[in-house]
């Protein structure tokens, strides 16, 4: 049967295929995923750390400016990893699917090695996939950097981090536009990278300044996330105090973070931002996705 036509499980699936592995087995889990799709990724290694970046690109151009989709599938050793991150994961296995049989400046990447391999009440350093694969790769052609975190429980979608100076960012008001036309309530938030973090940041620090990470929380928990954030201090952080999480960020790294928090219409809503996402950036001639544009 022709893939474009087999009936797909529901994202959940992906989910609780996911959930309860290691890092490595679900690195296994997403090849099985794709293959059963009918796609087959590249892969970016290193041996040591050992990392293993599984890359589909749907780029056919070779100098086209690309827009990418990530998240990282590696897991806190003693978590589920329901949320953190197989729930970014299930998205983008999902949105391979929708893009397969098109000829479109995409390229999507699930990161390994995202969470802290070193670990303290006051900093905590990670982010090793990303920062492999941007030291490895020309930043160049790379228009904006879409990562998702936390994306399987709420209603409102949350964008961080986004200070102040940099609310005209090309990409943060792609994803505004999409997000106004699907009707999903948005938040944006500064979250210190001391607090939390994910892989937008790697890019960043290579210069693509149109990175940002998106997530989905509870519309009544957005006040909640906004009161804690508004209480913190640089000094609060060196010394080890965190502000309580609002769900479902609260569960995140601990053995509650399962399937069953999960929200088959929150995977549905953000696998629907980003294909509107992507049809405004290919419906547009001229689309304002250049790193050139809203520095900060």
């Not at 293993?52 to 990893?81: C, M, W």
């Not at 609002?246 to 069953?260: F, R």
């Not at 405004?280 to 520095?295: I, L, M």
């Amino acid at each position: 049967m022709d893939n474009r036509y087999q009936e797909v499980q529901p994202l959940k699936g992906y989910v609780k295929a996911l959930e309860s592995k290691d890092s490595r087995a679900r690195g296994e889990q997403i090849i099985t995923s794709l293959a059963e799709l009918g796609i087959e990724p590249t892969f970016q290694k290193c041996h040591w750390p050992r990392i293993r970046n599984i890359i589909v690109d749907f780029t056919t151009e070779p100098d086209a400016k690309q827009i990418l989709f990530t998240a990282h599938y590696d897991v806190v050793k003693g978590s589920p990893g329901a949320n953190d991150n197989a729930s970014g994961v299930a998205v983008l296995i999902r949105l391979c699917h929708e893009l397969m049989y098109r000829k479109i400046p995409v390229k999507i990447v699930f990161f390994d090695c995202e969470e802290a391999w070193f670990r303290t009440p006051v900093i905590r350093l990670g982010l090793l996939g990303s920062l492999f694969y941007v030291l490895k790769n020309n930043m160049r052609n790379i228009s904006a950097v879409f990562n998702l975190e936390f994306c399987g429980s709420g209603d409102s979608l949350g964008i961080w981090p986004i200070r102040n100076s940099q609310v005209e960012l090309p990409a943060l008001r792609r994803v505004k536009i999409a997000s106004l036309r699907l009707g999903i309530p948005f938040k944006t938030a500064h979250i210190p990278w001391l607090l939390l973090s994910s892989d937008h940041m790697s890019f960043r620090l290579k210069g693509v300044r149109n990175a940002l990470s998106l997530s989905m929380l509870p519309k009544d928990q957005v006040s909640v996330l906004e009161d804690s954030l508004s209480k913190l201090s640089f000094l609060k952080l060196l010394t080890g105090q965190r502000p309580v999480l609002p769900k479902p960020l609260d569960i995140i790294h601990s053995s509650a973070d399962n399937s069953d928090t999960i929200s088959e219409n929150s995977l549905r809503l953000m696998l629907s931002l980003l294909l509107e996402v992507i049809s405004g950036y290919v419906s547009t001639d001229n689309p304002s996705f250049s790193n050139d544009e809203g520095k900060s």
